[in-house]
């Protein structure tokens, strides 16, 4: 199955869910079993979402559901017409790096590479995608407007956490994803940084017509967002 | 791939010291077992080769390998001395004829041999610079005492005795250099090569002094009769033979008495040699006469044993050092696994994991590979020099 983009277009992908059933099941450590249940989300092409909820709600896994990372018991999760969630591992792997870009919340750096190589990780870590000329020119211009291009040969173990956290976005949007999810992406900026940031996501994901699920605590931002979906409502509490 | 091998890399590069101590630790236990074999080898190869070139030797009794050490190799303790005579008496057999070695002073560190010119042509031993010893008071340096030393023919060298302790007369006495050697690749190269009545004057067997029976200072003589002059302490012993005063050393006593520390027998064939050994089993004899190779065999059949206890330790510390590193591996494999965690969730494929793993591993054995094979190689270029400091010096 060829995920690449151009097969699905790029004018962005839209999502839907339908029935979802999700269950952790309780731990050695003795957490009690979470279980997630979502009748519908749609989301449209291009369109830019935040969910919002409070702490330990299931957001996160939300968004692990949407990427395939983590399986459903039931229901469906169609992305860009391909159901994710029917897709085996190697198919939803190949189509993550092909096609989403993810910021987490644990920003998930390499530390032993300098700020260059973590926003061109992608590229060094599948045979999907191709690390050539354009895109070492578009990481440069990327580290540029995130305002990182005086650092790029610095390791990210010397970064302040602000500057961890623009090195995390930059790496989400080099390949030009046709949907950008973040976790708390702009957790830890200042609100100078904060605007700067979700300016530069926002006309990157304009660039292409993609699509955002930014998952967020930040009420501030709310307003910049096509839509919020509260969590709460979406799982019916 | 290569991407994964950047990748490796960059991650052994940034924890650098713990990437040098695994190749350190790697290096150890594949080198050191090699290592140490081909010392052994080297070892076996350049004891048994000048042992194989010594059919005999007779030397006073006692410790064999003591004796093969120093008449053969020129090293270890000096055995007691045999006389002169022992060779006369082997001569007289008509089986074989025999090559003095006389050994006890050093010079510049090397050991001084006293022989017969029968010695270079029986080693097949050829001059690179200069000629061979002629007279009182010249010798010819092996070429490693020549190129360690920087001397050449013309240049003199100093004698010292074998004991500082040696106070009885032994006075260091200064030699012409008149020849040095072509590298032999055998003890031969650290040795000086002097007269045997040279290497008796050194000893103090022999001396040159004053003409007594013309000196004018009367304090010089405590008797004097017609037969015979009795010199007093004052009279200086010369510590230089030169064209003046060449004449004046002389011997006392009956040479065939003086000290020999061994003689190299050659008989004339195998049933010679046999015959002479059947001579030598008698007890009541001062000397004894021996193989050297046989010497050298119960040597290494010695060395080989103590080399199964080393080879069993090695293995021990081997087996330990990679588990050690096994150990490292894992760990270094749970401090990862966030980061492995993380190629996951971007959508890296089952293989990434693997291959970065891999690339790691074939950067550090590769890596380790490069410096065992660097450590093999200097010690190759050097294994004959090591061999011959640890078994000859």
Known sequence: MNFDKGSGGDAGAGIRVNGLRFD?????????????????????????????????????????????????????????????????????????????GLVFQSLALVEYLDVLDNILHCYRITNALRLDAAVRSRAHSLASDLGLADKLRRPVGALSQGERQRVAIGRALLSRPEILLTDEATGNLDPLNKERILDLIFAQLEEGRSTLVAVTHDHELLPRFDRVVDFRELVGL | MIDSFYLAMRYLLFYRVRSLTVVACLVLVAALPIGLDRILEESERQLTA????????VGSKGSSLDLVLNAVYFGGQTPDPISLAEIERIEETD??????????????????????????????????????????????????????????????????????FD???????????????????????????????????????????????RVQDPTL????????????????????????????????????????????????????????????????????????????GELMETIFRIKDILDLAVAIVGTAAMLALVLVFSLSFRLREQELRSNFEIGASR???????????????????????????????????????????
């Open chain 2, 221 to 296: 003589v405590i008797e004097r009769d017609l037969n015979r002059v009795v010199a007093s302490a004052k009279v200086v012993e010369y510590q230089e033979i030169t064209e003046s005063n060449r004449d004046s050393f002389h011997f006392h006593g009956d040479q065939s008495s003086y000290p020999l520390s061994a003689a190299l027998v050659v008989p004339k064939d195998e049933r010679a040699a046999t015959l002479l050994l059947g001579r030598f089993v008698d007890g009541s004899l001062d000397a004894q006469l021996i193989r050297p190779r046989a010497v050298i």
């Open chain 1, 24 to 100: 952790y099941a309780s731990d050695t450590s003795g957490a009690a079993p979470f279980s997630l249940h979502i009748p519908r989300l749609e989301i449209k092409p291009g369109e830019r979402i935040a969910i919002i909820g409070p702490s330990g709600c299931g957001k996160t896994t939300l968004l692990g559901l949407l990427t395939g990372v983590l399986v459903p018991r039931s229901g469906r999760v169609v992305v860009s017409e391909t159901e994710i969630s029917g897709l085996e591992d190697a198919e939803r792997r190949r189509f993550r790096i092909t096609r989403m």
């Open chain 2, 95 to 164: 089986l074989a004829y025999a090559i003095p070695i006389h050994s006890g002073s050093f010079s510049g560190g090397a050991p001084i041999i006293g022989t017969t010119i029968d010695y270079f042509e029986y080693r097949e031993l050829s001059l690179a610079e200069g000629r061979s010893f002629a007279i009182l008071g010249e010798s010819v340096l092996g070429a490693g005492v020549a190129s360690r030393l920087g001397l050449r023919p013309g240049d003199s060298l100093v004698s010292s005795p074998e004991s500082v």
């Open chain 2, 50 to 57: 000048r042992a194989a070139t010594t059919p005999l030797l």
């Open chain 2, 167 to 213: 106070l009885a007369g032994a006075y260091p006495l200064k030699t012409s250099v008149v020849g040095v050697l072509e590298p032999s690749g055998t003890p031969d190269d650290l040795a000086v090569f002097v007269d045997l009545k040279t290497a008796w004057i050194m000893q103090g067997i022999g001396h040159g002094h004053q003409d007594l029976t």
């Open chain 2, 351 to 393: 293989r990434t994991t693997v291959r970065l793993l891999a690339a790691e591993l074939v950067l550090l054995t590769g890596a380790s590979a490069v410096c065992v094979m660097g450590v093999l190689f200097g010690l190759e270029r050097f294994c004959s020099a090591i061999v011959r400091g640890l078994f000859v010096t």
